[in-house]
């Protein structure tokens, strides 16, 4: 396997030094484009967010909250505690 040079180890140390940031900043994304999204697509939009509230140590509970709900407002009150920094 080829090695990483300097700068390319560097751009993936600060990739997840910063994912959580950009997790969270992803998830809030989603909110937004569900409002507007129908199909397929919103159903795949669903699994992303689901994915994002779990690398996010959102509780599992409040997850199936959320995705038995699937409501983009309810993802909006979770994302606002994870900014807020209650989650």
């Known amino acids: 396997m080829k090695e990483y040079s300097d ?4 751009v993936i140390k600060r990739y997840y030094d910063n994912r959580e940031s950009i997790d969270a900043q992803r998830l809030s994304e989603l909110v937004t484009n569900l409002f507007l999204a129908s199909g397929k ?3 795949k939009m669903w699994e992303t967010a689901r994915g994002l509230m779990e690398r996010l140590k959102v509780p599992k509970t409040r997850i199936e ?6 409501d983009p407002a309810v993802l909006a009150a979770v994302v606002e505690d994870v900014e807020a920094g209650k989650i």
Do not use: I
Not at 7 to 10: I, T
């Open 7 to 10: 700068y390319q180890r560097k």
């Open 41 to 43: 697509k919103r159903e």
């Open 65 to 70: 909250h959320v995705m038995e709900k699937q």
